[in-house]
């Protein structure tokens, strides 16, 4: 089985166009919510679909207490399965007090935190906010909270597979690092990733079980449209045991307790 722990879908022609891509080899899928999208409307949209979950974005600016009240209510009612912080969107590092008490309720309700790496496509977060001795910092400050860092925290690749080498509850999912339209061909990239990540097992061994597949995808029309190169990764890095872990083992026990 394979679940895909990082999606932006929320909308019917995008998961149509994620079916399309994927051609039948994802099982389940996770949605991560963009604070522009309400979540709401996404939690009503996954109920119509078999085997799609959500991720819900927390807002530290506008509203944070109505914001932490809503995503424990959907903690309660089993409506989602994490939530996501991206500090250089909001301008603040993770270990901000803002932060604190989604932290606790996330420990509490024993489901991860995912916090945004500072690339995206249109390069607005600013990468000054996402720090990984941040998140080595929350790691021991709250011990019983999972936490995943997407992308692998490109660019700091290094710095990343350090943290989740030296803390229990951090892991890494290999999203958004593979784009469609890049002067780089598409086989090149599959391989200069591959390599990139088989030489952070070597320096760090036993992150390999702390790996999680994921793409980012968010539309045919989007610099983040592919699904089947991030599969050949796991592909080209994994055998046995390792790749089903990576593929949806893991993913399994840190969104759903399985």
Same mark, same amino acid.
């Given at each position: 089985m394979i679940i895909d722990c990082h999606? *932006?879908?929320?909308?019917?022609?995008?998961?149509?166009?994620?079916?399309?891509e994927s051609a039948g080899m994802v099982s389940v899928v996770v949605c991560i919510q963009s604070s522009r999208y309400d979540l709401e409307h996404l939690i009503e949209f996954a109920s119509t679909k078999k085997d799609f979950f959500i991720i819900a974005a927390f807002d530290a600016l506008k509203n944070p207490k109505r914001s932490l009240k809503q995503l424990e209510r959907c903690f309660k009612e089993e409506?989602?399965?994490? %939530?996501?912080?991206?500090?250089?969107?909001q301008k603040l590092p993770a270990t901000d007090?803002?932060?604190?008490?989604?932290?606790?309720?996330?420990? +509490?309700? +024993?489901?991860?935190?995912?916090i945004? &790496?500072?690339?995206?496509?249109?390069?607005?977060?600013?990468? +000054?906010?996402?720090?990984?001795?941040?998140?080595?910092?929350l790691a021991r400050k709250y011990p019983g909270c999972n936490i995943i860092v997407s992308g692998f925290g490109?660019?700091?690749?290094?710095?990343? %597979?350090?943290? %989740? *080498? +030296? &803390?229990? &509850?951090?892991?890494?999912?290999?999203?958004? &690092?593979?784009?469609?339209?890049?002067?780089?061909?598409l086989d090149r990239q599959i391989r200069q990733y591959t390599d990139d990540l088989r030489k952070l097992l070597t320096y760090y061994p036993g992150i390999e079980n702390k790996i999680l597949f994921g793409t980012d995808f968010a539309g045919e029309n989007t610099p983040l449209s592919l699904v089947n190169p991030y599969i050949k990764v796991i592909d080209n890095l994994f055998d046995g045991e390792m790749k089903e872990n990576a593929f949806g083992g893991l993913a399994k026990k840190l969104f759903f307790n399985r």
């Open positions: 999606t *932006h879908i929320y909308f019917e022609e995008t998961y149509q166009e994620y079916l399309k409506k989602i399965v994490g %939530a996501k912080v991206c500090p250089g969107c007090q803002t932060f604190s008490p989604l932290f606790t309720l996330c420990q +509490k309700y +024993k489901k991860p935190v995912i945004h &790496n500072g690339w995206s496509p249109d390069f607005a977060p600013l990468l +000054k906010y996402f720090s990984l001795s941040d998140i080595d910092e490109f660019p700091y690749f290094f710095e990343s %597979a350090f943290v %989740a *080498h +030296k &803390n229990k &509850n951090v892991f890494l999912d290999i999203s958004g &690092n593979i784009s469609d339209g890049e002067n780089m061909a």
